[in-house]
């Protein structure tokens, strides 16, 4: 729950009501879910899927390309400084230059990435062992509920990241001076830690599926799962993993099904793999075939990359 609400009932009302308008104009850039995603993985990654029905969300901390997450805060960063010289309340001036140390303290997001295209260069060389890996296909209306998680569609536009941006920071400041000017209950400390919240909780999800147009190609989706250490009294530790990266210790969490226990396990929404364009066609399917029969994989479709470069 969020701190100091004793007082702050009304106030934390408003802000609610804006969230919840804000979000609902916001997931409708995601509302439109392709019936397929596909998630690129090597050899061995699709074997521990298929045979645990379960998928590793990465600590976005700790991505092989630091520049993702980089990008998002700049133009989040560029934007807040643009807008500064248009608030001309310092107390909300003051929210957003406590913002990101907020954001820093408090968020842990976990994320496991899809592609709309399952056949893509890029995607081989980079995610599926040269090429030598497998692209899995999930039912994408089921992904979100599968594993109780956010699901986002990777924006690359700037200008739709601008936009978006913007409205999130005008609307926020009409909101705070309409909740200033009228209610003199609300304490200072108790405003500024409210907007403070509720903007970085609004920042930290743009942040994980603004992307640069260089990366446009992709069609990137994101499953996202925060694990948060701040906002609760307790967090739940058991269930994170770690792995050794190039001498980096990497934290991780394998998801399985929401509501899984015990033996009983919900089977993984897959309807496709498709096999890495270096791979011997014939072979590769004869084992992908074995492979879904022994862990019990009904209607997958098996088929192979028409990549025509060999990698």
Known sequence: MRMNQKNNDRLEASIKAFEDQLNKKVMSLHSEVPDTLYHYTTPEGLLGILSSDSIRFSNVKFLNDESELVHARQIISYIIN???????????????????????????????????????????????AGGMGYSIGFKGKEIGSYFDVLLRKVEYDLDKQINIITETLDGMYSLFINIKDSDETVEKNDL????????????????????????????EWRAIRFHHSYLWDSVDYSSLEFKIITGRVVPYMTLKASGSNGNIIKKLPITKIIHGPTLNPDLTKQSLDLIIK?????????????????L
């Open 294 to 310: 022994k862990f019990g994989f009904n209607d997958v479709i098996i088929d192979g990359s028409t990549v025509p470069l060999r």
């Open 82 to 128: 643009k807008k500064k010289n248009d608030y001309k309340d310092e107390l909300f001036v003051d929210i957003l230059n406590r913002v990101f140390n907020f954001y820093d303290g408090i968020f842990d997001p976990y994320i496991a990435c899809f592609s709309e295209n399952g056949d893509l260069l890029s995607q081989w060389r980079g995610y599926a």
């Open 192 to 219: 500024i830690e409210q907007f403070v919240i509720s903007l970085a909780y609004q920042f930290a999800d743009y942040m994980l599926w603004f992307k640069h147009p260089t990366f446009s190609e992709e069609k």
